[in-house]
């Protein structure tokens, strides 16, 4: 049986202001399906562990079900609203402040209820887990999950409105296998702002491979085996819609580092990701086409890689 892989990450419905100007409505996002669309282009067998209301549109799941997604662990609760979003983005690509827009109290409660994982779930292979809580109950699980073997990753969201503890959340990120944060705040808590430093805090803290997301710019990885950082340009492709983007790398970036333990290949597989995510509105289909694409874009990810010189001996 083909060993799975799990995806925990929110279900959240988003309107989407393009630059453009045109704005995209209740379009399904949240952490959860893009980073689950990153690991199928993949891997063949991935399940997401997430919640939402009963209020999703059968487009939405009709999605979910053409990724090839197990939906075991998507628990659906009648008395609580799947959250809303508004994300609209500058001229860099940053989200502006909009986000949630559901009351927080249903946010709370709705992140408070349990996901029951199937037997199937507790044998996977890895977990990647896309979160700003540290003491959430999933990665009590996770942790179970990592000393029975599964390799675990983390994406921490160290948002400045929903993050409530930067600094359990840091301690999170010295406890796991791979750990994939983006520049604004892993530059931030390194108090740096040169690649090679950033990555030098962040290896620092003891995870076997980092991968910085940098948007436009590209990402920096790490790992301890080889103990080289690389510099992963983003892809030449027309950018449409950057949502979800990073969660599409982190995705990508965990199934490819289990597959190769290498952090310039697995980084690619991440860039390769959010290249296809970017490339249209909403959620790429995973056919053929697709599939052929993404070869053709790992070729060239690979090939424009840069070797990051972080010492006088060129290591972190």
């Not at 009590?140 to 959340?169: K, V």
């Not at 301890?224 to 599409?248: K, M």
Request: hydrophobic share 40%; with cysteine; proline share 5%.
């Amino acid at each position: 049986m083909n060993q799975q892989f799990l995806i925990y990450g929110k279900i959240i419905i988003d309107s989407i202001q393009l630059r453009s100007d045109n704005m995209r409505r209740s379009t399904l996002g949240g952490g959860g399906p893009q980073a689950a669309f990153g690991m199928r282009l993949w891997h063949d067998s991935v399940a997401l562990l997430t919640r939402s209301g009963t209020d999703l549109e059968p487009v939405h799941e009709q999605t979910l079900r053409r990724l090839g997604l197990d939906l075991d662990g998507w628990a659906r609760y009648s008395d609580l609203p799947t959250p809303r979003s508004l994300i609209e983005y500058d001229q860099h690509e940053r989200m502006r402040d909009h986000g949630i827009v559901t009351g927080r109290n249903d946010w709370f409660r709705l992140l408070g209820r349990p996901i029951t994982l199937s037997e199937r779930h507790r044998q996977a292979a890895g977990i990647h887990l896309i979160t700003e809580f540290a003491d959430e109950p999933i990665v009590d699980t996770a942790f179970e999950l990592r000393r029975h073997g599964a390799l675990l990753s983390l994406e921490p969201i160290f948002d400045d409105h929903s993050c409530p503890d930067r600094g359990a959340l840091l301690s999170l990120a010295s406890r796991v296998d791979l750990v994939t944060p983006d520049w604004p705040a892993a530059s931030t808590l390194a108090a740096a702002a040169e690649p090679a430093n950033v990555l030098r805090f962040w290896a620092a803290l003891g995870p076997r491979a980092v991968a910085i997301r940098r948007g436009v710019h590209g990402s920096y990885v790490w790992d301890a085996d080889h103990r080289q950082a690389w510099h992963i340009p983003a892809l030449p492709v027309q950018a449409i819609d950057p949502t979800g983007a990073g969660n599409a790398y982190g995705g990508g970036w965990c199934v490819g580092w289990h597959h190769t333990h290498d952090a310039r290949i697995a980084g690619c597989y991440g860039t390769v990701a959010a290249a296809l995510m970017v490339s249209q509105e909403g959620m790429p289909d995973l056919d053929d086409t697709t599939r052929q694409r993404a070869a053709e874009l790992l070729d060239l990810a690979l090939a424009q890689t840069i070797m990051i010189v972080t010492s006088e001996e060129g290591r972190v």
